[in-house]
């Protein structure tokens, strides 16, 4: 894809599984043909609402086909290519971009917690970002991984051509601003990772987001954007706000499975969860459909 422009709103695409286990591709590429009616810009193939740690290398890069062939057009698609191994991460960072992804997104090496610091980060993403033949994104997410790029490490990772950018799902607006601060000037892209800071990175002047609650309610999520560029602040505030607790549902509450049955409600298949996440109670679904009525999601 000859641009790369990383604005607007991408949904961590879920991935659906049936009662067995099985990666559910039909369904996989049902859900991106309706996506495509949502104004997205485009997919995350294999985030973390995408079950990736549960997924092999064949589920993946057949996940990244499907994307590709039922993506429409200037949809682009990035896919979560990170292992815990700088070598492996550049072999399924090659292996996606002959599948059709447009550029990757590696998040940060957590297991060996400890010695994993800035130094040790910043290693593995240059040497990711030589071999790489399609741009490069970093992927923060602490709450997964206990670790957390520093705005330090971010800004010198920002100078390398092709890095371009970042997901942050931090959630932390402070943190935000001082990535800003130290990639200021680089060509660099920072995308909110959460919905949760969906209007208040607007205002900072981010302008693309990669978030959970995109699965199920994409129009909404973009529509928050539309109004705060057509300089309808209120109603855009006053959206993201109504959305505030779907999101919370979705992500911190009850987790992919939540988020997959409030897919479900609204049109999409959502599927199963794979073992050993646990799948929704009868309660929990009742809990989750009526969050989702309360925001006018329903009806």
């Known amino acids: 894809m000859d641009n790369l422009t990383l604005t607007g709103v991408i949904p961590p695409m879920i991935t659906p599984f049936t009662r067995d286990g099985a990666a559910d591709f039909d369904a996989h590429a049902a859900n991106v043909k309706r996506w495509n009616e949502a104004g997205l810009r485009g997919y995350l193939v294999l985030g973390s609402n995408s079950e990736a740690v549960y997924l092999n ?12 062939e039922n993506a429409g057009p200037g949809h682009l698609i990035l896919a979560g290519t990170g292992m815990e191994s700088t070598r492996e991460t550049i072999h399924l960072t090659k292996e996606a971009a002959r599948a059709g992804a447009h550029a990757a997104l590696i998040i940060t090496p957590s297991f060996y917690q400890e010695q994993m610091k800035d130094e040790a980060q910043a290693r593995h993403f240059l040497a990711i970002a030589d071999a790489a033949p399609i741009p490069v994104l970093m992927y923060n997410v602490t709450k997964y991984t206990g670790i957390n790029l520093s705005p330090r490490a971010v800004g010198r990772l920002s100078r390398h051509p092709n890095i371009i950018g970042m997901k942050d799902s931090s959630g932390s607006i402070p943190q935000l601003v001082q990535y800003q601060q130290a990639t200021a000037g680089e060509n660099f892209t920072i995308l909110v990772g959460t919905a949760s800071a969906w209007y208040p990175a607007l205002t900072l002047g981010v302008d693309g987001a990669v978030m959970a609650l995109a699965n199920c309610a994409p129009r909404e999520c973009v529509r928050v954007q539309q109004l705060f560029g057509q300089g309808q602040k209120k109603d855009a505030e006053e959206l993201y706000r109504r ?7 979705v992500t911190a509450t009850y987790g ?6 409030a897919c479900t409600l609204r049109g999409y298949q959502g599927g199963f969860v794979r073992s050993p996440l646990p799948e929704l109670n009868e309660q929990q679904k009742a809990e989750v459909k009526e969050i989702l009525e309360e925001a006018g999601l329903l009806g």
Do not use: D, M
């Open 243 to 249: 959305l505030f607790p779907v999101n919370q549902a």
């Open 57 to 68: 290398e064949r589920e993946k890069l057949h996940l990244i086909e499907q994307t590709r």
């Open 256 to 261: 992919i499975a939540g988020l997959k049955y």
